[in-house]
């Protein structure tokens, strides 16, 4: 059984920065496309960002530039750098493997204003 776990999360001023860590069981970081996304209350879930097996990046246009997801294969784990940080970026942020049904439980972000 695949357990993904994010931490990182807290409580920031705008303009600030977080760096969320996504621990994932087993092996399967470097060999997996992984993603980040974000739940704001009252919201549907939305795509943050993506990390392909073989390095390649992808971004909504509303974190484009801020935020930086990368790996460390080492640590089995996936990483996601916020910084500029804004009041919208307030959320729930979950770890999936892209195209399963994996998730972590989630770990919140909170940008005061």
């Known amino acids: 059984q695949v357990q993904l776990v994010e931490s990182g999360g807290g409580l920031v001023q705008a303009g600030g920065s977080l760096r969320l860590s996504c621990a994932a069981s087993?092996?399967?970081?470097?060999?997996?496309?992984m993603g980040w996304y974000r739940q704001a209350p009252g919201k549907q879930r939305e795509l943050v960002a993506t990390l392909s097996s073989n390095g390649h990046t992808n971004y909504a246009a509303s974190v484009k530039g801020r935020f930086t997801i990368s790996r460390d294969n080492a640590k089995n784990t996936v990483y996601l750098q916020m910084n500029s940080l804004k009041p919208e970026d307030t959320a729930d942020y979950y770890c999936?493997?892209?195209?399963?049904?994996?998730w972590g439980k989630g770990t919140l972000v909170t940008v005061s204003s």
């Open positions: 999936n493997i892209i195209g399963t049904t994996y």
């Open positions: 087993g092996s399967i970081v470097n060999i997996k496309a």
